[in-house]
């Protein structure tokens, strides 16, 4: 199903342009606009998912297997020294466009940016609270 109102289902699509890097009968992979690091690309499924959640499990294996091969073929052709997956759900951990996408972020050495969370210092207790109420 499509979203009128979604503006990476219009990029998905082709109906808006956009530097595609692949493309098959679900997926575009498109580079960002707003790259972190030079090469960073967004998978879009070309159904519309707003997020992780929503995503049906088979196009989730697909998602993976997908980045998979970007990953390898960015570094190699892109000479990058490390990759990152990124990927956000909601808008409190970051998700500002609410059709799911994957980011693929190519590393280069002194590249400059950080990826990343201040570490906690959670005690036992705490580590055992959350470890039973996610698996109990
Ligand atoms: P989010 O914050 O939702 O995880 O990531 C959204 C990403 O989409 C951002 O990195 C942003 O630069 C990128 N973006 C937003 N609008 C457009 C667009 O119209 N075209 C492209 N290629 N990227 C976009
Ligand atoms: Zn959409």
Redesign the pocket.
């Known amino acids: 199903m499509k979203n009128d109102q979604c503006?990476?289902c219009k990029?998905a699509a082709g109906e808006?342009p956009?530097?595609t890097i692949y493309e098959d009968d679900e997926f575009r992979v498109?580079?960002?606009?707003?790259?972190?690091t030079k090469g960073?690309a967004?998978i879009l499924p070309k159904e519309h998912y707003a997020n992780l959640y929503e995503l049906p499990e088979e196009t989730a294996k697909k998602v993976i297997c997908l980045a998979k091969k970007m990953a390898s073929v960015m570094t190699e052709k892109l000479h990058a020294d490390g990759f990152n997956l990124?990927?956000?759900n909601g808008e409190v951990a970051?998700?500002?466009?609410?059709h799911f996408?994957m980011?693929l972020i190519p590393r280069y050495k002194g590249d400059g940016q950080t990826i990343g969370w201040k570490p906690g210092k959670p005690s036992d207790e705490e580590l055992e609270a959350i470890r039973k109420a996610i698996s109990e």
Do not use: E, M, R
């Open positions: 503006i990476f990029i808006i956009s530097k498109i580079l960002d606009l707003g790259p972190a960073h967004l990124v990927q956000n970051g998700q500002t466009v609410f996408h980011h």
